[in-house]
Nanobody, 120 residues
Framework: QVQLAESGGGSVKAGGSLRLACTAS?????MAWFRQAPGKEREGVAV???????TEYVDAVKDRFIISRENGNILYLHMNNLKPDDTAVYYC?????????????????WGQGTQVTVSS
């Protein structure tokens, strides 16, 4: 059973930066970040394919967020120029398979989530 643990959430003002970290007991083929705001569905933010480090981002975070794998089994989400709309609980997720969709229903390993709050 793959275990994932997020850290690094917090409160920042708009325009600020945060770095989220996900420590994985082992890496899966696809490692992703999702987020869920109150009253909204869980949304895919970014995904990294382990085999070739290919990445994909949801349009809302392109050019602001970077997903990366560093220091062995740690997945990061570097978040810059944060906006109030980025406020959500952020989850790390993993799945095995060649295809790495940004679709929550495709992932079977999840962390507990970390809160990110961006104030205006």
């Amino acid at each position: 059973q793959v275990q994932l643990a997020e850290s690094g959430g917090g409160s920042v003002k708009a325009g600020g930066s945060l770095r989220l970290a996900c420590t994985a007991s082992e890496y899966t083929d696809c490692m992703a970040w999702f987020r869920q705001a109150p009253g909204k569905e869980r949304e895919g933010v970014a995904v990294l394919r382990s085999a070739d480090s290919r990445t994909e981002y949801v349009d809302a975070v392109k050019d602001r967020f970077i997903i990366s794998r560093e220091n062995g089994n740690i997945l990061y989400l570097h978040m810059n120029n944060l906006k109030p709309d980025d406020t959500a609980v952020y989850y790390c997720a993993g799945r095995n398979g060649w295809s790495c969709p940004l679709d929550a229903s495709s992932y079977n390993f999840w962390g507990q989530g970390t809160q990110v709050t961006v104030s205006s």
